[in-house]
C-alpha cells in the first residue's frame, strides 16, 4: 500500500525554523511530483510549494517564496519542507501529496496520494 507519513511539527515562536517529512513508502515516486499543502481553521487547503521527485526543480506559493524550501532525498524516499522566518500565519495543518505531473493542479484536486497532516503552530 502508498503511504505518506508527514513528521516535524510542532510549535516554535515566530522567526524561527522547522522542517517537516515526508516519508513515503509503498512505491517509487520517480516521475511524480510531490507537493505540500496546508490547512489552517477556517479555511480551504491550500498549495505550499512542490518538486519533481526526479529533478529537483521545485515551485512555491508567493505566501512562501523566500521562506521555505522544498527538498528531497531519493536513496531515503523522503521530502522535507525547511520552513524559516515563520510567521503565525502559517500555522496549520500541514499535508503532503503526490501526484503525476500532468494531472495535478495548484489546488487540491489532481493529486493521488495524501498524507495524514502535521500539526505546526507558530507563536508570536
Known amino acids: 500500500q502508498v503511504q505518506l507519513v508527514e513528521s516535524g511539527g510542532g510549535s516554535v515562536q515566530a522567526g524561527g525554523s522547522l522542517r517537516l517529512s515526508c516519508a513515503a513508502s509503498?512505491?517509487?515516486?520517480?516521475?511524480?511530483?510531490m507537493g505540500w499543502f496546508r490547512q489552517a481553521p477556517g479555511k480551504e487547503r491550500e498549495f505550499v510549494g512542490g518538486i519533481n521527485w526526479s529533478g529537483g526543480s521545485t515551485n512555491y506559493a508567493d505566501s512562501v517564496k523566500g521562506r521555505f524550501t522544498i527538498s528531497r532525498d531519493n536513496a531515503k524516499n523522503t521530502v522535507y519542507l525547511q520552513m524559516n522566518s515563520l510567521k503565525p500565519e502559517d500555522t496549520a495543518v500541514y499535508y503532503c501529496?503526490?501526484?503525476?505531473?500532468?494531472?495535478?493542479?495548484?489546488?487540491?484536486?489532481?493529486?493521488?496520494?495524501w498524507g495524514q497532516g502535521t500539526q505546526v503552530t507558530v507563536s508570536s
Open positions: 509503498g512505491r517509487t515516486f520517480s516521475g511524480y511530483v
Open positions: 501529496a503526490a501526484g503525476r505531473p500532468g494531472l495535478i493542479t495548484i489546488g487540491t484536486s489532481g493529486w493521488d496520494y
